[in-house]
Each structure stands twice: as structure tokens, then as C-alpha cells.
């Protein structure tokens, strides 16, 4: 198949051609990664949206009454929910949807729910690639709702152009709002629940410590109070998501996230790629059955053993 | 890149949309389902209460599901189940395979199957056997797109 072929099935009348791709991407199919190859120089015109946030602060509420506001102004939207995988078993309850059912009959909306499938940090390994997809398929909004994470889980930084921050109220003093992690990456920062007792101190406190612009950018993110059950609020969030896709056209800002987006594909990538030899066993590899044999002979320690091996990575962790 | 890193790692899991149809407000049966499929290793997607035929259609042609399971306590399932069915061949997903469950009589079991629901599971089925048919009979993920 070529190129074009593949765009005219994504873009076409053939409902089925972007699913049945995405599953292929999602399970590493060499197909999958063969049409992401050859449509991956089509890709970059749609603003990805993160929306993360602790489970239960209303993320998957949110996105729903968000693609009523942005359906309202006739844009296409693309929605990916990830939820976590099982460490023990690998089975996932993907439960996102559920909060998006009454736009089943709306075309102009595709929802994707994605299991983690062992990847830490808010996404899953295949996230960047079915982005990709969704960007080709010329879905210009695509909303990507991370894992339910705490405050490490900040890789939703480098796949979006623009991050929400959904926060609900009572999680936390000021402390909390000026400790590194997730809110630091917010773009948008929302209290969710906002009709909930809390609210008024929980937007108090974070736009205290917002009040400090970005130190690279200079700019400062906005913190915003919606009850995405009723819709309240919602409209203003979506103004500001929109101000800040423009604001990083207008800015370098867009090409300085692309480059770290992806530096962080790759390097996530080869990550996985990694994991997925040394998983494969000591058998598939006399070196490392010997450098084992050794190290537990306490002829060799541990970290001369690592080194030996990394010491064939060199030319891609030497320094610049 | 998009593989999972777990040892052992060979077939990707089964991708499966549990559905519950029309009007029927028990889902302790689905959820409890539900879980038992997570714990078997399935990625389950979990649309909810009052689910219409185009509802689960959609849902499972934008999911790509290699399995559909439908679970209807209202008695309703001789209205309701021809109806999904013919939504989900009007979107061209012959392959998937569609199963059903709750109190459904042996009686109508027959006439279910007849419409293209390939395995029905009264009440008192174990968790267990519903896990062990949808491990053997799923289709493989996406062969083709």
C-alpha cells in the first residue's frame, strides 16, 4: 500500500480502516509500523491536548463536556483514554468511554480507549504512534486522557502541545501546589468539582503559586474552576486551550515541544526496545549468560558487568 | 516501540466491549464479569447501562474488539438482540465474536443463536467457563485493515 492509499482509507469512507490500524500499531504488528512510516511526514498539523490529573478528579467527565463545546464550534475530535494495565495479569478495565457514550452518533468524533500495557508515567507504549495515526486521519483536536496519575506522571508533557491539569478540590495544601512534578507541566490548570466544598481555597492556593510565570516561557498558566457534570465552566476552559494552541504558534514555544517530543519518543522507544531484549533472556545471549555466570561467582561485580554491556550503547549515550 | 516488555510476552491480550442493552438497571452481573475477564488478562472496555444497538455498534467498531458481550437481565433480549446484531453486520463486523448472557431462557437460546450470537450462558454458568469459551474462540487481533 502506498502512501496515498493509506491517507484516502484513513480519511475516507472505510469507518473501519482507522480502528483495525490502530490495533496493529498498538500491538507492534510490522504492518502497523510500516503505515506509520510512510504516513509519519503527514503528521503535526493537529493540537494534541493532554488532560491529566489524580483518578477521580473528573478527567473522563471533563473530556466528554469538552467534545460538546468543541463539537458545538465543528471541529472533528479524536479522543485516546488510557487506563493502567495489570502488572499481575496484563488485563486492563478500560472504563472512559463509558463518560463519552451520547456521541455515539456524532461522526465527527472517534474515541479510543488504550490499556497501558506495562508502561509507566500516564501513557501507553503505542500512545505517540496512535497520536500519529489520529493526526493523519486529519482529526485536528485529539484529546489524550492519561492514566489516572499521582504527581510523577508527567510524561503527557512531552506527546501534547497544550496540558490540562485537572484538579479536584481538598487534595492538598500550598505545599502541594509548589512541589515539582505534574502541576509544573500544566499549560491549564483546572479545579474540577467546583460546586464541591474546597473549591474556593483549592483555586486560591494554585493561582498563588502560579503566580510566578513559567521560567523558560514566561508565561503563566491559568487556573480555572469547572463542574464538568453540568458543563459550567467548560466553555472558558476550551477558550483557553484554544489561546494556548495560538499562543505557541505565535511563539518558538511549538517547535521547541516538537523537538521534545520527539527526543522523548525516541528515547521512550528505545527504552521498550531495551526492555524487550533483556526480557528475552540470558539464553538469547552468550555474553550476558556469562557475564551472570561470572557475577554470581563473585569473579566480576555487578557494575563492571553493566558497563561491559552498556559500553556497546556508547555511541548513542556519549555525551555531546 | 509498541510492543509490552513483559517476559513471555507473545499474543497481545483480547480486547472485548461488554454492553449492557436497553433498559436494565442491574450491571452487578456485568461488573462482576468484568472483573473476572481483567483478572484473565483481557483489556475490557466497559460501556455502561442503557446501551442502544447503535450505541455498542459503534463502541465496538471504533474499539476494534475482537469480542462483544452482551449481558440483559430485563427479558428483553428477543427485542433487543436481532436489532444489535443487524447493526453490527451493517458496519462490516462479521468477524467478531458475540456472546450474551443473564437470564435468558433455554427456550430462546435456540432462535439467539440462529441470529448470529454465537454463545449464549444462562444463569449458575461459571465465571470460569465464560473465560475459558472467549479464550478459545476470540479471533485473532486486526489480521488486516
Known sequence: ?320 | MNAPTSPGYNRPPIRILIAKPGLDGHDRGAKVLVRALRDAGFEVIYTGLFQTPEMIAVAALQEDVQVIGLSILSGAHMALFPRIIDEIKARGLDDILVVAGGTIPKADIPAIEALGVNQVFGPGTLLSTIVDYIRANAPEPSRSW
Open chain 1, 1 to 320: 500500500m502506498t502512501k496515498d492509499d493509506i491517507l484516502e482509507r484513513l480519511r475516507g469512507a472505510d469507518r473501519r480502516a482507522l480502528p483495525r490500524l490502530a490495533t496493529l500499531i498498538e500491538n507492534g504488528d510490522p504492518r502497523g509500523l510500516a503505515a506509520l512510516d510512510l504516513i509519519y511526514p503527514s503528521t503535526g498539523q493537529a493540537h494534541v491536548v493532554g488532560i491529566t490529573g489524580p483518578p477521580g478528579s473528573g478527567k473522563s467527565t471533563l473530556v466528554a463536556a469538552l467534545l460538546d463545546e468543541i463539537r458545538a464550534s465543528d471541529r472533528r475530535v479524536a479522543v485516546l483514554a488510557i487506563d493502567p494495565s495489570s502488572s499481575l495479569t496484563r488485563g486492563a478495565v478500560l472504563g472512559d468511554r463509558i463518560r463519552m457514550m451520547d456521541r455515539h452518533l456524532d461522526d465527527g468524533v472517534y474515541v479510543r480507549s488504550m490499556a497501558s500495557r506495562g508502561r509507566q508515567g500516564g501513557l501507553a507504549w503505542a500512545s505517540a504512534g496512535l497520536v500519529h495515526l489520529l493526526d493523519a486521519a486529519e482529526y485536528p483536536l485529539i484529546l489524550v486522557e492519561t492514566v489516572g496519575t499521582g504527581q510523577d506522571g508527567t510524561d503527557i508533557a512531552s506527546l501534547a502541545a497544550t496540558v490540562v491539569v485537572v484538579e479536584a478540590p481538598g487534595l492538598g495544601d500550598g505545599v502541594q501546589a509548589i512541589k515539582s512534578g505534574l502541576l509544573e507541566v500544566g499549560d491549564v490548570v483546572v479545579v474540577n468539582k467546583g460546586d464541591q466544598p474546597g473549591a474556593d481555597d483549592a483555586v486560591r492556593i494554585l493561582r498563588a503559586s502560579f503566580e510566578l510565570a513559567h521560567s523558560r516561557t514566561g508565561r503563566r498558566a491559568p487556573v480555572l474552576r469547572t463542574v464538568a457534570a453540568t458543563g459550567e465552566g467548560v466553555g472558558d476552559l476550551m477558550a483557553e486551550i484554544d489561546a494556548h494552541g495560538r499562543w505557541l504558534n505565535e511563539t518558538s514555544e511549538r517547535h521547541y515541544r516538537r523537538e521534545q517530543a520527539a527526543r522523548a519518543e525516541i528515547l521512550a522507544g528505545l527504552r521498550a526496545a531495551l526492555n524487550r531484549r533483556i526480557d528475552a533472556g540470558p539464553e538469547r545471549s552468550a555474553q550476558l549468560a556469562n557475564l551472570i555466570s561470572r557475577v554470581s561467582k563473585r569473579e566480576l561485580s555487578p557494575g563492571r558487568a553493566i558497563e561491559a554491556i552498556s559500553a556497546g550503547l556508547e555511541s548513542i549515550a556519549a555525551p555531546k
